[in-house]
């Protein structure tokens, strides 16, 4: 049973496309994340939501759109894809507790290449 | 503003022990985790500590210091399987699950 899944795992596109990576969690938790992980293997938030609703929007162009359909799932979406955005995106979910402690899981990541 | 700092690579044999140092600048902290990442994979939970001192879970033990804004991971009893990057994490302050990585320490074992 995966507990945080990914889709596609490998992604790659040309430069100006649209393309979208889909989360899924099944571990019943509030709150969600999307990570991007470069080259230098430097993992850094892009955004988070809780309970469908946005909390951290870290900077990150207008081009990368999070979409929560519901809090199981959380989506990114990306336009007019540059070089730059190569990298893997990890996305993790944790309960969303108000206090300490607030475990983060991780999904097994989307290799993007852009070409 | 937040900082947290890490070495970058650290080589070790097989059966030996191991310490990863950690240290950060923050408002607000609200603990600190570690995380393993082996190559292609995704990172898994290690550690979390909020208070001083250490916490032991088999080979592993994570120590903390808020005075000193420091942290360390201690792995004994070395298998090669533990070659991986090894990422502390500071949760501050703010949103929930607000996390900073360090950039990660990547640590091989030799036999």
Redesign the interface.
């Known amino acids: 049973d995966t507990a945080?899944s990914q889709t596609p795992k490998y992604l790659v596109t040309q430069m100006g496309n649209d393309k979208s990576i889909k989360c899924e969690q099944n571990l019943g938790h509030d709150?969600m994340?999307w990570y991007k992980q470069d080259s230098?293997?430097?993992?850094?938030?892009m955004f988070?939501y809780?309970n469908k609703e946005l909390?951290?929007n870290e900077t990150v162009p207008n081009r990368f759109s999070p979409k929560s359909p519901d809090k199981a799932h959380l989506n990114l979406h990306i336009n007019s894809l540059e070089l730059g955005d190569s990298a893997v995106y990890?996305c993790a979910s944790?309960q969303?507790?108000?206090d300490?402690?607030?475990?983060?899981?991780?999904?097994?990541?989307t290799r993007l290449t852009v070409l | 503003g937040q900082n947290i700092d890490q070495p970058t690579e650290m080589t070790a044999t097989e059966g030996a022990i191991v310490q990863i140092n950690c240290t950060y600048q923050t408002s607000g902290f609200?603990?600190l985790?570690w995380y393993q990442?082996h190559a292609g994979?995704?990172?898994?939970?290690l550690s979390?500590n909020?208070l001083d001192g250490l916490e032991e879970k088999g080979r592993f033990s994570s120590f903390l210091s808020r005075s000193k804004g420091y942290s360390y991971l201690l792995l004994k009893e070395l298998q090669m399987k533990d070659s991986a990057?090894y990422?502390c994490a500071m949760?501050y302050g703010g949103?929930?699950?607000?996390?900073?990585?360090g950039?990660?320490t990547?640590l091989s074992v030799k036999p």
């Open positions: 945080v709150t994340y230098k293997k430097f993992l850094k938030i988070s809780n909390i951290i990890f944790s969303g507790l108000t300490w402690g607030d475990t983060q899981y991780f999904g097994p990541g | 609200n603990g985790f990442q994979e995704a990172p898994t939970f979390y909020v990057s990422l949760n949103s929930q699950g607000n996390l900073i990585f950039k990660g990547k």
